[in-house]
């Protein structure tokens, strides 16, 4: 027999070992325990494992997600509008004058007949019937407007200085074409009149229809 003893093997303590190791072996147990836990709550008391019902309920399947697809803008129009969405006419041009507003002699009676009713002056009435003559002016659309009132612009263009009462300037708007309607009413088609004449002359039937409307409904 030898004379040296080989030292007993002794098993390595845990706090020898590496912490990586301990951690490892901690997790080892920790899941076994877990795994024996689960497993006894599936037997049961009696430790006999459950079979499932073939007739108990099963759950309601859960719907998938339904997905919209995104319907595309529509497109532009070669004129710069929405697809499907009527186009917006652009508004006529409108020329702004100043004209002479002056009323035949003849019409001066008949204003004060209007005013008298009405328990107005007669120089108030004159710039209400004014006002409302070159709004009717403004709102003249084409030649068919134009043709209308032109009997009454050819009278009053026709009378002598002497014939009309004294002027006041007004500023006017209308219609490029109702202009041009007006030159060709009037028979001048090569636009030799001035424009300041000859809307004038139909504001003035303007407002002598006006006045007649008044007397017509009681104003005189």
Not at 1 to 14: D, E, G, I, K, T
Not at 91 to 113: E, G, H, N, T, W
């Given at each position: ?14 706090a020898t070992e590496e912490p990586g190791q301990q951690n490892a072996a901690s997790r080892l147990r920790s899941s ?39 319907q595309p803008a529509p497109q532009a129009a070669s004129d710069g509008t929405r697809s499907g969405k009527p186009k ?39 710039k209400a019937l004014a006002k409302e003559g070159r709004a009717t002016l403004r709102q003249l659309i084409g030649a ?77």
């Open positions: 027999m030898s004379r040296y003893r080989l030292p007993p093997r002794v098993a390595p303590s845990p076994r325990a877990a795994q024996a836990r689960l497993l006894q709550e599936r037997r049961g008391p009696d430790g006999a494992v459950p079979t499932p019902d073939p007739l108990s309920p099963k759950p309601a399947p859960v719907a998938a997600e339904q997905v919209v697809t995104p917006t006419q652009p508004k006529a041009p409108k020329r702004k004058l100043v004209v002479l507003f002056r009323l035949p002699v003849a019409a001066v009676a008949d204003i004060s007949l209007v005013a008298a009713a009405s328990g107005l002056p007669p120089d108030y009435v004159i068919e407007d134009a043709h209308a009132l032109a009997p009454s612009a050819r009278q009053i263009r026709n009378l002598t200085a002497d014939q009309m009462t004294t002027g006041e300037a007004m500023t006017v708007y209308l219609r490029l074409t109702v202009l041009e309607a007006m030159h060709d009413a009037l028979g001048d088609p090569w636009r030799i009149e001035p424009r300041a004449t000859v809307v004038g002359a139909f504001l003035t039937a303007i407002v002598i229809r006006r006045i007649a409307a008044r007397r017509a409904e009681g104003g005189g």
